[in-house]
């Protein structure tokens, strides 16, 4: 009953941008953190970026300073906005979200279907 739903990909342009959304069903954001991952052809699934309850947000590396991720709970929906792509951005991104636990604990992680994006030069 639990599901995730991502939107918003496609194929642009270096330089470009994109954003990505992400739909949840079956349960309502609460206080355990959510997830942007991708994984590129022929590697491992990566982790992108994460945003926590509070609004405190993380990324990789490769991204910082180029993608935001985000978060609307009253609509239930996670956003990836992408700016400044790169051929090396291509991928198909995943959302995932850790569903609350007893106690103060998270888990488990919850996964998207995928939604693919391309960056060509």
């Known amino acids: 009953q639990v599901q995730l739903v991502e939107s918003g990909g496609g194929s642009v342009q270096a330089g470009g941008s994109l954003k990505l959304s992400c739909v949840a069903s079956g349960y309502i954001f609460t206080r355990c953190r959510m997830y942007w991952y991708r994984q590129a052809p022929g590697k491992e699934r990566e982790w992108v970026s994460t945003?926590?309850?509070?609004?405190?947000?993380t990324y990789a590396d490769s991204v910082k300073g180029r993608f935001t991720i985000s978060q609307d709970n009253a609509k239930n929906t996670l956003f990836l906005q992408m700016n400044s792509l790169k051929t090396e951005d291509t991928a198909v991104y995943y959302c995932?979200?850790?569903?609350?636990?007893?106690?103060?604990?998270?888990?488990?992680?919850?996964w998207g279907q995928g939604t693919q994006v391309t960056v060509s030069s």
């Open positions: 995932a979200a850790d569903l609350p636990s007893r106690g103060f604990l998270c888990g488990p992680r919850n």
């Open positions: 945003i926590s309850s509070d609004g405190t947000t």
